[in-house]
């Protein structure tokens, strides 16, 4: 063996990180690579048209789905009703995961907080239509859960439409919010609440001006997944949306007779999405995360 090849050899084994970086380049490369050409068929595919006699798609570029999309008051309804829908999702949760993860993380003695994780995880162990579908049967119109529950109140349940679905996400996207959140509380020092505490600052003031800035990037991290996961989901509201449509529901009916169509429809959660990540990075919140 040279002293070259020893040398390199030593280097590598004095760098662990830069070792495992070698070794992730490849895949991470590969998954790159497909990801983003996958993007690119999508975006390349959303110019293209359909030939009306044939069928056949033509490789002839126009705008002509994209002013579908925009000019037709049901698809650019279903656009605001999506995106709506997923802001009101992802700010459900917020409002749930706060106090929640704030409950496990400095409120439940530590050798419960385990317990309290393993209770947050659990749903996700089960399957996706199983939560759906018990759904579907708590919000049946007139014989559900809800509906019974509320029914000595003088309220009916909210059934099948868009309630029906924010409610739904709200809990399949739940735990993606917690566990961030979880973890910023857990890492809040508690020199710095004693030390606001010692400097005549009350519970509201320390929650605004010490813990909420270190929670919010967390929030935000949580919010990526509640938002994006809602925008493109199309099952939950296949199954208690009732005759409510969403942008995934308009891909799913239209792909197998005009696939440019659909292809168009699908850019929108993408550029959606796209945005949002480029305003969270501009504003910084996920620097000090």
């Known amino acids: 063996m040279t002293t070259t090849t020893a040398t390199h050899r030593g280097f590598w084994y004095r760098h662990p990180k ?21 993007l690119l068929a999508l975006f390349l595919t959303a110019f293209w048209q359909v030939n009306d006699f044939t069928s056949q798609v033509e490789r002839t570029f126009t705008f002509r789905n994209f002013q579908e999309v925009f000019t037709n008051p049901a698809y650019y309804g279903t656009v605001f009703r999506t995106v709506s829908i997923a802001l009101l999702t992802t700010l459900i949760c917020i409002v ?21 994780i393993a209770m947050i995880l659990t749903p996700l162990w089960a399957s996706y239509l199983v939560k759906v579908y018990a759904w579907r049967a ?25 309630i029906g679905i924010v409610i739904t996400l709200s809990y399949l996207w739940l735990p993606y919010m917690v566990l961030p959140i979880y973890t910023a509380f857990s890492r809040l020092p508690n020199s710095m609440l004693d030390a606001s505490a010692d400097l005549g600052a009350r519970n ?8 909420f800035p270190i929670v919010f990037p967390s929030i935000v991290a949580g ?14 509201a296949q199954i208690v949306g009732g005759k409510l449509l969403m942008l995934g529901n308009v891909v799913q009916q239209t792909y197998v007779t005009n696939l440019p169509f659909a292809a168009a429809v699908s850019m929108i959660p993408v550029v959606i999405v796209l945005a949002y ?11 000090n995360l």
């Open 223 to 236: 919010s990526i997944f509640t938002f994006s996961l809602s925008l493109g989901d199309y099952i939950t």
């Open 204 to 211: 509201g003031r320390t929650f605004r001006s010490v813990v």
């Open 138 to 162: 708590m919000l049946q119109p007139e014989s559900g859960v809800i509906a019974w529950f509320l029914q000595p109140f003088g309220i009916g349940g909210p059934g099948y439409g868009f």
């Open 18 to 38: 830069l070792q495992l970086a070698g070794l992730l380049s490849a895949p991470m490369a590969w998954l790159v690579v497909v990801y983003l050409g996958s």
């Open 96 to 116: 749930i995961a706060v106090p929640l993860a704030f409950f496990m993380a400095r409120v439940v003695r530590p050798r419960y907080q385990a317990v309290m």
């Open 277 to 287: 990540l480029f305003a969270v990075r501009r504003s910084g919140a996920l620097d």
